[in-house]
């Protein structure tokens, strides 16, 4: 039997489905088109400055580090550009070791690279890119550039570089730039200045780049930069300009601390010149040094155990942070103190024995059988201790440290470098807060008596020293030293004085410090200098001194070639010059030198030569003969040392005992 198809019922059925569908596509189109409306309408704003910052990439400019020279212009800073490979950890696809294995076949990189790579790598993050290779050539960066597509994750990178031309010259006055490390970026991060580094990758470490890091760096600009979708520039859309730091210019003369340092040669020590009226730091040299360079890209392992571990210690800023007993140096500014508070006459005369008992405690001279009949101007110009200890003994120690505290001593002199040490000017009350035991805490009399030859518990820097001296040839005015002479605005070159004013005066009478002063003359005259001064072509006024490294065993005699070399006494010189009107004041010591007129003082003598006449080390000797000239009096302290020795601290603060006998000071 044949079935008839129900037409209508199949129609029915297909009419549903076909509007079934066509409901279907409604709906989805519908979706699509409120996708669409939200997409480009409620969400335009925000995906199209998306979109802009996919195509625009904002990278930081890193602005021009400021120069440092000379007061006379003379460069010794400067910043120079160059490539240099660098590779991000996080873009990196592989092994790291054999990336860096597939780099050298193209650029050289050897053992050293390699280290201080692991060394930067670990104080970075690990989306900072570390160089591997500094200072490429143009030939390594053509090689590179033609392979860069199978190293994602390293590029060539123009960079500016810190460069010191003059090397160990004045490298502790300098100091030097280094990588941002992560104790450095944690202190950027946590200071007002943190956007001002974006992009920047050294920071200074030491010395002025270090003191004056704000002024140096200058102001980061910014460049809008369209790039590619695999993250190339194309083009450069907008750009704000890197401001240039501040020119350094400073009150050093580089000649004249070239012309100190090779006077050292090897020896050990500090010197620290100053023009008294302005407080410029004319010279500042620590020796040994070190080449700043070796800092910039991140120094070797190698290299930095044989500076940190050396015995000389060249890293140490010996100006800044080595104290020492001033010795005879002293003893002008006690001669002052004496006039000033009413103690002593000029013309008012002791009679030095040789020695000066103090209970049952023997203080020596330093001359045996003693220089007899001895007022304030032989007391300086032959350094007769006993005077100074009859003198220590009736000042005091209070009177001693009230009178010194403004010339600077034990005091920071707000010098423009960091970690100054104060020193130590003692006083009752500085023992009774530093000593913990109770029967430690009590000044005794007997330890007053060595302070009046600069022993005992004097111990100051250098530079307090020059500071103080550089006050005295100023007739008691104080001038902050400083390093900077002025800061000089990178665009315009306009130019600001670091210390435009005195700091204070200190009210002493004219008269007193002319008392001192001659004699500070007669001492380069006929004193314990005059051999080195003699026919300078110019006066100036000094004062030799010696300071104590060990004691010596009771009624043996110091012999410096029975000791070790590093167990010697140290020589110490201060000066100023020209005597009528002071231009520059010095103070040096020579580590381990021995007597001050032998070691210190030629230096001394040296510097002088040049800032005052012009002349240099070489020009010696040239020119018509000098005749010979009528023998000079040596340094006392070279005739003959005294042999006891102080004792411990422990038993000096229990009082001397009887028969004990204390060294005097030499020269």
Same mark, same amino acid.
């Given at each position: 039997?044949? @079935?008839? #198809? $129900?037409? &209508?019922?199949?129609?029915?059925?297909? +009419? !549903?489905?076909?509007?079934? *569908? /066509?409901? %279907?596509?409604?709906?989805?189109?519908?979706?699509?088109?409120?996708?669409?409306?939200?997409?480009?309408?409620?969400?335009?704003?925000?995906?199209?400055?998306?979109?802009?910052?996919?195509?625009?990439?904002?990278?930081?400019?890193?602005?021009?580090?400021?120069?440092?020279?000379?007061?006379?212009?003379?460069?010794?800073?400067?910043?120079?550009?160059?490539?240099?490979?660098?590779?991000?950890?996080?873009?990196?696809?592989?092994?790291?070791?054999?990336?860096?294995?597939?780099?050298?076949?193209?650029?050289?990189?050897?053992?050293?690279?390699?280290?201080?790579?692991?060394?930067?790598?670990? @104080?970075? #993050? $690990?989306? &900072?890119?570390?160089?591997?290779?500094? +200072? !490429?050539?143009?030939?390594? *960066? /053509?090689? %590179?550039?033609?392979?860069?597509?199978?190293?994602?994750?390293?590029?060539?990178?123009?960079?500016?570089?810190?460069?010191?031309?003059?090397?160990?010259?004045?490298?502790?006055?300098?100091?030097?730039?280094?990588?941002?490390?992560?104790?450095?970026?944690?202190?950027?991060?946590?200071?007002?200045?943190?956007?001002?580094?974006?992009?920047?990758?050294?920071?200074?470490?030491?010395?002025?780049?270090?003191?004056?890091?704000?002024?140096?760096?200058?102001?980061?600009?910014?460049?809008?930069?369209?790039?590619?979708?695999?993250?190339?520039?194309?083009?450069?859309?907008?750009?704000?300009?890197?401001?240039?730091?501040?020119?350094?210019?400073?009150?050093?003369?580089?000649? !004249?601390?070239?012309?100190?340092?090779?006077? %050292?040669?090897?020896?050990?020590?500090?010197?620290?010149?100053?023009?008294?009226?302005?407080?410029?730091?004319?010279?500042?040299?620590?020796?040994?040094?070190?080449?700043?360079?070796?800092?910039?890209?991140?120094?070797?392992?190698?290299?930095?155990?044989?500076?940190?571990?050396?015995?000389?210690?060249?890293?140490?800023?010996?100006?800044?942070?080595?104290?020492?007993?001033?010795?005879?140096?002293?003893?002008?500014?006690?001669?002052?103190?004496?006039?000033?508070?009413?103690?002593?006459?000029?013309?008012?005369?002791?009679?030095?024995?040789?020695?000066?008992?103090?209970?049952?405690?023997?203080?020596?001279?330093?001359?045996?059988?003693?220089?007899?009949?001895?007022?304030?101007?032989?007391?300086?110009?032959?350094?007769?201790?006993?005077?100074?200890?009859?003198?220590?003994?009736?000042?005091?120690?209070?009177?001693?440290?009230?009178?010194?505290k403004p010339f600077g001593f034990g005091e920071l002199t707000g010098i423009d470098l960091e970690h100054e040490k104060r020193g130590l000017l003692p006083s009752t009350a500085w023992k009774r807060n530093y000593y913990k035991r109770p029967e430690m805490k009590k000044w005794f009399a007997g330890e007053t008596i060595s302070l009046g030859i600069g022993q005992g518990y004097n111990s100051f820097t250098p530079l307090q020293m020059a500071h103080a001296i550089a006050t005295l040839?100023?007739?008691?005015?104080?001038?902050?030293?400083?390093?900077?002479?002025?800061?000089?605005?990178?665009?315009?070159?306009?130019?600001?004085?670091?210390?435009?004013?005195?700091?204070?005066?200190?009210?002493?009478?004219?008269?007193?410090?002319?008392?001192?002063?001659?004699?500070?003359?007669?001492?380069?005259?006929?004193?314990?200098?005059?051999?080195?001064?003699?026919?300078?072509?110019?006066?100036?006024?000094?004062?030799?001194?010696?300071?104590?490294?060990?004691?010596?065993?009771?009624?043996?005699?110091?012999?410096?070639?029975?000791?070790?070399?590093?167990?010697?006494?140290?020589?110490?010189?201060?000066?100023?010059?020209?005597?009528?009107?002071?231009?520059?004041?010095?103070?040096?010591?020579?580590?381990?030198?021995?007597?001050?007129?032998?070691?210190?003082?030629?230096?001394?003598?040296?510097?002088?030569?040049?800032?005052?006449?012009?002349?240099?080390?070489?020009?010696?000797?040239?020119?018509?003969?000098?005749?010979?000239?009528?023998?000079?009096?040596?340094?006392?302290?070279?005739?003959?040392?005294?042999?006891?020795?102080?004792?411990?601290?422990?038993?000096?603060?229990?009082?001397?005992?009887?028969?004990?006998?204390?060294?005097?000071?030499?020269?």
């Amino acid at each position: 039997m044949t @079935e008839f #198809k $129900n037409t &209508e019922r199949e129609l029915y059925f297909f +009419r !549903l489905r076909l509007s079934a *569908v /066509a409901i %279907f596509v409604f709906i989805c189109f519908g979706l699509l088109l409120s996708r669409f409306i939200w997409l480009q309408v409620y969400k335009h704003n925000d995906y199209a400055a998306q979109a802009e910052e996919n195509r625009i990439s904002i990278v930081p400019v890193v602005p021009n580090r400021g120069l440092i020279v000379d007061r006379n212009g003379v460069v010794l800073a400067r910043n120079y550009s160059a490539y240099t490979l660098e590779i991000t950890p996080s873009k990196i696809k592989g092994e790291l070791n054999a990336v860096i294995d597939q780099l050298a076949e193209l650029v050289e990189i050897d053992a050293k690279d390699r280290k201080r790579f692991r060394k930067l790598l670990d @104080e970075s #993050k $690990n989306f &900072e890119s570390v160089p591997v290779r500094t +200072r !490429l050539t143009d030939e390594e *960066v /053509a090689r %590179f550039t033609v392979q860069r597509f199978r190293f994602p994750g390293v590029e060539i990178q123009a960079r500016l570089f810190r460069q010191y031309p003059l090397g160990e010259l004045a490298s502790h006055v300098i100091g030097y730039i280094g990588r941002i490390s992560q104790k450095d970026a944690e202190k950027i991060d946590d200071s007002d200045d943190a956007a001002n580094y974006n992009g920047t990758d050294y920071i200074g470490k030491e010395g002025l780049e270090k003191s004056y890091e704000k002024e140096l760096h200058g102001n980061t600009g910014y460049e809008e930069v369209e790039v590619s979708a695999g993250g190339r520039a194309v083009r450069t859309l907008s750009r704000t300009a890197a401001g240039p730091g501040s020119n350094l210019v400073l009150s050093i003369d580089i000649e !004249l601390q070239k012309v100190v340092e090779e006077a %050292f040669g090897d020896r050990r020590g500090a010197l620290v010149a100053i023009e008294p009226a302005t407080g410029d730091v004319l010279a500042y040299v620590s020796k040994p040094g070190y080449d700043p360079n070796v800092f910039v890209d991140g120094i070797d392992q190698q290299t930095w155990e044989s500076l940190n571990t050396s015995l000389d210690k060249p890293l140490v800023n010996r100006p800044l942070t080595g104290t020492y007993p001033p010795g005879s140096t002293y003893k002008p500014f006690m001669a002052l103190a004496a006039l000033e508070l009413g103690k002593r006459t000029p013309s008012m005369t002791v009679s030095d024995p040789g020695y000066f008992w103090f209970g049952n405690h023997k203080f020596n001279d330093d001359k045996p059988g003693g220089h007899g009949s001895v007022d304030m101007y032989r007391s300086i110009v032959q350094s007769c201790d006993t005077y100074y200890y009859m003198l220590a003994n009736d000042l005091g120690v209070d009177a001693i440290h009230d009178f010194m505290k403004p010339f600077g001593f034990g005091e920071l002199t707000g010098i423009d470098l960091e970690h100054e040490k104060r020193g130590l000017l003692p006083s009752t009350a500085w023992k009774r807060n530093y000593y913990k035991r109770p029967e430690m805490k009590k000044w005794f009399a007997g330890e007053t008596i060595s302070l009046g030859i600069g022993q005992g518990y004097n111990s100051f820097t250098p530079l307090q020293m020059a500071h103080a001296i550089a006050t005295l040839a100023n007739n008691g005015v104080v001038m902050k030293p400083h390093l900077v002479k002025s800061l000089e605005d990178g665009v315009t070159h306009k130019q600001t004085l670091t210390v435009a004013k005195e700091s204070y005066r200190i009210p002493l009478k004219q008269e007193n410090i002319d008392i001192i002063k001659r004699a500070m003359i007669g001492v380069t005259k006929e004193g314990t200098s005059a051999r080195v001064f003699v026919n300078a072509g110019y006066v100036s006024g000094g004062k030799t001194g010696t300071a104590q490294v060990v004691g010596i065993k009771k009624n043996e005699k110091y012999n410096a070639k029975t000791i070790g070399e590093r167990l010697r006494d140290h020589a110490l010189y201060t000066a100023f010059a020209p005597a009528d009107q002071p231009r520059i004041a010095i103070a040096i010591v020579v580590e381990n030198g021995g007597f001050g007129a032998e070691a210190a003082a030629p230096i001394v003598k040296k510097a002088l030569d040049y800032y005052l006449l012009g002349k240099k080390p070489e020009d010696a000797g040239k020119g018509k003969e000098t005749p010979p000239q009528p023998e000079q009096p040596k340094d006392d302290a070279a005739l003959q040392r005294p042999a006891a020795e102080l004792k411990a601290e422990a038993e000096a603060a229990t009082g001397p005992k009887p028969g004990e006998e204390s060294p005097g000071n030499k020269e």
